[in-house]
């Protein structure tokens, strides 16, 4: 530094420093160094901190003891994968203990001819009966094995009431548990059935439309793509379930073959039997304008005689609803009239 052969003094010196000369005022300080070193308890901080931390960690996973920051959807992932164990177990602990009551009344003098086996097979699909839990359609030997097991449970139950308690009431309930197990079950699914085949019948001819112009035209459009189109348009769940069942066979076997899964599937609705006769005769280059007309004709006034039907039905219902209610009717207005009466006379009395 220039102190101008002694003559400048203090306050120069200290201005010279305040102007950020004072790095070269010291050059045998090493800067770097002296900021290092302020550092130091800083870091020395950090090294404690990091180690409690991992002290934690180690201790909670020795603990097993979950993170409170575990994110939720972490959280509901594993409530899923629980949730999936849990069905999967249900699934398979039903599956055992139907094969087992399967095996057994299979191996028994109840079990079912092939004829009855094929016949109740179409019954429950066509019904959706599924078995505990909702996985899967019930088989016609699984319906078969549950029904006699509950009989004879039953039996069982009715064979001790006829020797503790009463004997009549006890042959009474074994011969009703036999005639109502033999019977009731299949015309509850048979119900279900013929309540689903009313409702496809019912919406058969809005499905029959849209393919009629593309069998008619034959202009190779896909008929798969036709029933997804449909399927966006109704509101009934037994369309939906054949929609599904014919795109389902006609994407696997193509419209040919397919349509040939689809009448057995569908075999109690003539309407159904006839489309897929039909379309298998378009497929194979058959000419078939002349019964599509008829066939729309069929389907129209068909549509129209269900209304009808259904009309009918809703006017006699209303008119059962209407007799019952005027023998009600009936009676208060006499009551009424009789009260009415009652003040007439005595308001008469008074004058």
């Given at each position: ?79 899923h994968i629980d949730a999936v164990k849990k069905y999967d177990e249900a699934v398979i602990r039903y599956n055992n203990i139907l094969r087992v009551i399967t095996n057994i009344v299979e191996k028994s003098i109840f079990s079912m001819s092939k004829s009855e086996i094929d016949y109740m097979n179409y019954n429950l699909e ?226």
């Open positions: 530094m220039d102190t101008r052969n002694g003559e400048a003094g203090g306050g120069k010196i200290l201005e010279y420093i305040g102007k950020g000369n004072q790095k070269d005022a010291w050059p045998f300080m090493n800067g770097n160094e002296i900021r290092s070193q302020a550092l130091l308890p800083i870091i020395q901080w950090l090294i404690v901190i990091l180690l409690i931390a991992l002290a934690i960690l180690i201790i909670a996973r020795i603990l097993n003891v979950r993170s409170p920051f575990r994110g939720r959807a972490i959280g509901n992932e594993l409530k066509r019904a959706n009966i599924r078995v505990p839990g909702k996985f899967r359609i019930m088989k016609s030997t699984e319906f078969n094995a549950i029904i006699k097991t509950v009989q004879l449970l039953l039996i069982i139950v009715f064979g001790v009431v006829s020797i503790l308690i009463n004997l009549t009431l006890g042959l009474v309930g074994v011969v009703g548990t036999i005639l109502i197990g033999n019977t009731v079950p299949i015309m509850f699914v048979r119900a279900i059935v013929k309540e689903k085949d009313e409702e496809v019948q019912l919406n058969f001819s809005s499905l029959y439309i849209m393919i009629h112009y593309i069998l008619l035209s034959g202009s190779g459009t896909s008929l798969v793509s036709t029933f997804k189109t449909y399927d966006k348009t109704t509101n009934s769940e037994e369309m939906h379930r054949l929609v599904d069942c014919c795109t389902y066979f006609m994407e696997v076997y193509g419209e040919y073959d397919g349509a040939t899964y689809i009448s057995k599937a569908y075999r109690e609705i003539p309407e159904m039997t006839k489309l897929m006769r039909l379309i298998r005769q378009a497929n194979a280059g058959g000419d078939v304008r002349a019964e599509l007309i008829g066939f729309k004709n069929e389907v129209i006034s068909a549509k129209r005689y269900v209304m009808e039907r259904n009309g009918d039905r809703m006017i006699a219902k209303a008119k059962r609803s209407f007799y019952l209610v005027m023998p009600i009717l009936f009676q208060a207005i006499l009551s009424a009239m009789a009260i009415y009466l009652e003040d007439l006379k005595l308001a008469q009395t008074i004058f």
